[in-house]
């Protein structure tokens, strides 16, 4: 990937996330790039190429981020880990994080698939640690996670630290 395409790629994320793709015209990317216009056609296609690109890094991205709870053995742990995902995350990552979250509302681009193997290893662990209804509690455990990360992103969870604390206490990890 060429520098310009790395400098068209942060600043389409930079916007798609803090203002919206349907609300970002590739003249904006263009102008914070600095690039023309044009460069960002002949190198993703259309705007929606360039979506695609960033998609493929933020889905790379979770994959990444999932795997040290999926991977995980001890039940406790993969459940703890599970946990940290969004207290662990880089601030430096965050647009990617609030793209793929601005996204989820839309139809077109929501795919529960993607965070279906945290659900499954969470159902694993409940049941080997003899939760009542271990898909439930791993369902509900997700959106915890879910809704933690969005408020962390957002920036209305300043001390994380407690937060993080309440939810080991709770599942006892």
Sequence with gaps: MTGKQEDILTAALALFANEGFAATPTSKIAHKAGVSEGLIFRHFGSKQGLLDALMGEVNARLEKTLAPALEENDPKLAIR?????????EEKEYDFWRLHFMLKWQKEYNNPEKTKPLVDKLTFCFSILRYGNPGREAEVLNYIIEGVFSEILKGNVHRTTPLKSFLFERYGV
Excluded: G, S, V, Y
Aim: cysteine-free; charged content about 20%; aromatic content about 12%.
């Design 81 to 89: 880990k599970a946990i940290e995902i969004p207290f662990i995350m």
